[in-house]
Structure formats: structure tokens, C-alpha cells
């Protein structure tokens, strides 16, 4: 799950999740998930989204995402 999305971006199930290149140490571009629905509710400062992963959550040592 991601949180704290702006309301202002736009988010389509199916879109491809990547990596931002704003670690030294994981490159820009690498697609990570898959997004399967968002949660834009009207008033709310943020919009969720689910991701379906492409990788083994148990084989993580780094995770970092940093949004726009």
C-alpha cells in the first residue's frame, strides 16, 4: 500500500511503480510494483493506492520511495 499520495497526482490502475534515483545506492526506473486500485476520496489531503509488488518482500534489504 502506498499512502500520502497528493491529491493533485494522478494515479491509474495499471501504471507502473518505479524507483525515483533519489538513493545513491538504487537506480531511477526500476518498475517494482503494479498499481491495482487508488482511494481518491473528496476533502481528504491524500490518496492511497494499492500495489501489487513484482518482487519477494521477504528478499528486501532497501526500500526507499520518495513521491514528486
Request: charged share 20%; glycine share 8%.
Given at each position: 500500500e502506498?499512502?500520502?499520495i497528493p491529491q493533485t497526482d494522478t494515479i491509474v490502475p495499471q501504471n507502473n511503480v518505479m524507483t525515483s534515483?533519489?538513493?545513491p545506492l538504487i537506480p531511477e526506473g526500476l518498475?517494482?510494483?503494479i498499481i491495482?486500485?487508488?482511494t481518491h476520496e473528496p476533502g481528504?489531503?491524500?490518496q492511497?493506492?494499492?500495489v501489487r509488488p513484482?518482487?519477494?518482500k521477504s528478499k528486501l534489504?532497501?526500500?526507499s520511495v520518495i513521491l514528486p
Open positions: 502506498m499512502r500520502y534515483g533519489n538513493t518498475i517494482i510494483g491495482e486500485e487508488n481528504a489531503l491524500f492511497e493506492a494499492m513484482l518482487f519477494e534489504s532497501i526500500v
